[in-house]
T-cell receptor, first 115, second 116 residues
Framework: DGGITQSPKYLFRKEGQNVTLSCEQNLNHDAMYWYRQDPGQGLRLIYYSQIVNDFQKGDIAEGYSVSREKKESFPLTVTSAQKNPTAFYLC??????????????FGPGTRLTVL | AQSVAQPEDQVNVAEGNPLTVKCTYSVSGNPYLFWYVQYPNRGLQFLLKYITGDNLVKGSYGFEAEFNKSQTSFHLKKPSALVSDSALYFCAVSLYSGGGADGLTFGKGTHLIIQP
């Protein structure tokens, strides 16, 4: 059963703590993405990666970090520098790094709440 | 910079009636356009896309969209709405960069409510 998994589904964090969100895909996709969703604001791109060991900042990368050590995995760390981290985080992947016309497949999301 | 506008926060349609969810875009080049649907507390599901060619694109669940270059629009349509179509709909755009997949720019979303 192919797809994208994100864990955990719900995550609670105290202020000042770093937290890592997991994203794994078994679709053999080259490109992976992280988006943040806030009510009424749509999705905004945090980071993306076209190949292993390479990634680029998106529109709102400040306070976040990523790694891409394996093709299947693209974890996102929300650091204490992120001013307003409470949001719904979505991971996605797409088939071909060379083509921005390929549709993205999304995971089920992680809802992060800072207490 | 590219942008997407979805001018309606909410669209209400009676079941069985045709529906339209509006989307306009702004890019400096030829766009790739997408529609996605999101059910509560879930990820996004791909509905359809326009790359090139025929301006009328057909997608999943009976949805279609028409690309209009002169009006820079990509409205989502369905001839007969179902209650199960009620969800949050996103329009998105990407631009060929020559180097790879750069991520999508999304509109703010439109809540579609189908009334029985």
């Amino acid at each position: 059963d192919g797809g994208i998994t994100q864990s955990p589904k719900y995550l609670f964090r105290k202020e000042g703590q770093n937290v890592t969100l997991s994203c794994e895909q078994n679709l053999n996709h080259d490109a992976m993405y992280w988006y943040r969703q806030d009510p009424g604001q749509g999705l905004r791109l945090i980071y993306y990666s076209q190949i292993v060991n390479d990634f680029q900042k998106g529109d709102i990368a400040e306070g976040y970090s990523v790694s891409r050590e394996k093709k299947e995995s693209f974890p996102l760390t929300v650091t204490s520098a992120q001013k307003n981290p409470t949001a719904f985080y979505l991971c996605a992947s797409s088939r071909q790094a060379g083509g921005s016309y390929n549709e993205q497949f999304f995971g089920p999301g992680t809802r992060l709440t800072v207490l | 910079a590219q942008s997407v506008a979805q001018p309606e926060d909410q669209v209400n349609v009676a079941e069985g009636n045709p529906l339209t969810v509006k989307c306009t875009y702004s890019v400096s080049g030829n766009p790739y356009l997408f529609w996605y649907v999101q059910y509560p507390n879930r990820g996004l599901q791909f509905l359809l896309k326009y790359i090139t060619g025929d301006n009328l694109v057909k997608g999943s669940y009976g949805f279609e969209a028409e690309f209009n270059k002169s009006q820079t629009s990509f409205h989502l349509k369905k001839p007969s709405a179902l209650v199960s179509d009620s969800a949050l709909y996103f329009c998105a755009v990407s631009l060929y960069s020559g180097g790879g997949a750069d991520g999508l720019t999304f509109g703010k979303g439109t809540h579609l409510i189908i009334q029985p």
